[in-house]
């Protein structure tokens, strides 16, 4: 399994020397950003806050292109990238993470857990979520990670706020949902509408029946 994946980062491809795709990696984290007016970070945007063309960060993000080490800097403050997954760690240190990593989760583990590298769902390429019930990832935790990847039809973000609303919940319901100590909250009559979750597919399991695969 690539270290990434084992430190609880998403499935991105492999690229060179041991790392992540870089430009998936900026895409994944641009398309995440909101900025202080709370749009997301467009290619047009990025572009223009580097005094680049729009076509030399299509080239950075599909074909792995002008990033240089400089510019990996600046990317990870915009977008709060993880240094690793841009090279600026040494391949050395990352071992020493995962082994770090991996000591933790043994010392954590118990009787339910099912080992990462087993998982099914990070079998099919999902990200590691942790293990809920039935053999399905924790619920709260496969939509709180799809409910940040999304947006509305005005670009902006999906908050708890929205989703409560969209839900017919309060504030502290969707909180509940989403919480590790909630994992189950949700019930059959709180099942969201079917167009937002698309991405999620059988992730959610039983718990939220078909009807996740169009919430986010």
Same mark, same amino acid.
């Given at each position: ?84 997954? *841009?090279?600026?760690? %040494? &391949?050395?240190?990352? #071992?020493?993470? @995962? ?5 933790? =989760?043994? !010392? ?53 706020? *929205?989703?409560?609303? %969209? &839900?017919?919940?309060? #504030?502290?319901? @969707? ?5 590790? =100590?909630? !994992? ?33």
């Amino acid at each position: 399994m690539c270290w990434w994946i084992e430190l609880g980062y998403p499935p991105f491809e492999e690229g060179k020397g041991g790392f992540p795709r870089t430009g998936q990696v900026i895409k994944h984290y641009r398309e995440k950003k909101v900025d202080d007016a709370g749009h997301l970070w467009t290619q047009k945007k990025l572009a223009a806050v580097l005094d680049l063309t729009d076509k030399t960060i299509g080239e950075m993000e599909n074909r792995d292109a002008f990033i240089d080490f400089d510019r990996r800097q600046r990317l990870c403050q915009l977008f709060d990238i993880p240094p690793c997954l *841009l090279g600026i760690r %040494t &391949l050395a240190e990352i #071992d020493l993470l @995962v082994e770090q990593e991996s000591t933790k =989760k043994e !010392a954590s583990v118990v009787s339910t857990s099912v080992p990462l590298s087993t998982a099914w769902w990070v079998e099919l390429g999902y990200p590691p979520f942790e293990q809920g019930k039935d053999g399905f990832p924790r619920t709260g935790q496969v939509i709180k990670h799809y409910r940040a990847l999304k947006s509305d039809e005005k670009g902006k973000p999906w908050t708890q706020r *929205l989703l409560a609303k %969209t &839900l017919g919940l309060t #504030d502290q319901a @969707v909180w509940d949902l989403e919480s590790p =100590k909630r !994992a189950n909250f949700c019930t059959a009559h709180e099942t969201p509408p079917q167009d937002a979750l698309a991405g999620a597919g059988v992730l959610p399991g039983k718990t939220f029946d078909s009807t996740l695969d169009r919430l986010f």
